[in-house]
């Protein structure tokens, strides 16, 4: 029996004990080394993390959207976890470029306990992110996240498995663990388009149109950004374009053995002056971000 009035009274109380986590979150990168290597530019390795932070970011939300939503209770925790994968590769990413160059980080108001990964996530607006628009676009159909998974998440996986010999430890130690998170994630994606492929005459019409839909933005995952540019010169990042050959092969096996036609629709063009890398995005990021960021925006000072 308890003292209390209420069963709920408890949750008040300011013992952190109580809670599974505490109530604070410590610093991602506490105990971690975070002095930039020899030949390492600070702000050309935080402008790259936020690139590969914010690709994470946007998608885990969108695949997030899923929860509740996907075909079967199976498929809706599958999608969830593979959205906190990379959810939590996205805050050691944000908080790597806040660490790597303080001044990528919002200003928030006196007092504001937000961390700066957090300040990351929910204080910039759509044109200061730096994603790729491949994964912003809407959920569409389920063949549609399908086919934005499977081409997602085997460009990630041959990126972080170069990325495991950065000269930047922070980015080599978050690559490692990742590898084996978008491993599965890619294998799920792959598994689910042969199911479909290969199922009925609908889901099979169903994974073509989602191919369709996403593949015009794909080609956007190998343009090498004069930030890309740097960071595979200064040893810490990767030139995506060094990634189509390997990707490409992956791609044609599934395709192939799915009885699946590569899509011929052509590539989307930039917008305006830049693409995704750009701080360029489509409207469906704006939408987005409104209802992500809604809540800490409301509250800056406040704590949870």
């Known amino acids: 029996m308890t003292d209390h009035t209420s069963a709920y009274d408890g949750l008040l109380g300011d013992d952190s004990a109580q ?48 929860a509740s939503n996907a075909p079967d209770l199976e498929e809706d925790i599958a999608l969830a976890n593979i959205a906190l994968d990379l959810l939590g590769q996205a805050r050691l990413l944000l908080a790597r470029a806040a660490a790597a160059d303080p001044s990528v980080v919002p200003a928030l108001p006196a007092g504001s306990p937000v961390p700066p990964e957090d300040a990351l996530a929910f204080f910039r607006d759509d044109a200061d992110f ?20 499977l081409l997602f998440s085997t460009h990630r996986l041959a990126l972080l498995k170069r990325l495991r010999d950065s000269v930047d430890p922070v980015l080599a130690a978050i690559a490692a663990k990742g590898v084996k998170e978008v491993a ?57 374009a060094g990634l189509a050959a390997d990707v490409d092969v992956l791609l044609e096996q599934v395709l192939s053995v799915g009885g699946l036609d ?36 409301a509250h800056p000072t406040g704590r949870w």
């Open 184 to 240: 599965y994630h890619r294998d799920h994606a792959a598994r689910w388009c042969l199911t479909l492929a290969r199922g009925t005459e609908e889901s099979r019409r169903r994974m073509r149109a989602g191919l369709d839909v996403v593949w015009p933005l794909h080609h956007e995952l190998f343009r090498t950004h004069p930030v890309e540019a740097t960071a595979a010169e200064q040893g810490f990042g990767v030139d995506p």
């Open 130 to 149: 730096r994603n790729v628009r491949l994964v912003e676009g809407e959920n569409g159909d389920f063949a549609v996240t399908t086919a934005r998974l």
């Open 262 to 297: 590569r899509p011929t629709v052509p590539p989307t063009g930039p917008l305006g002056r830049g693409a995704g890398r750009d701080g360029r995005h489509t409207e469906a990021l704006g939408r987005m971000l409104a209802e992500m960021q809604v809540v800490a925006r």
């Open 19 to 66: 809670w599974a986590f505490g109530q604070d979150f410590e610093d991602p990168l506490a105990g971690v080394d975070t002095t930039l290597a020899a030949g390492v530019d600070g702000a050309a390795l935080a402008a790259y993390c936020l690139m590969l932070g914010d690709d994470a970011l946007v998608h885990s939300h969108r695949l997030s959207q899923w």
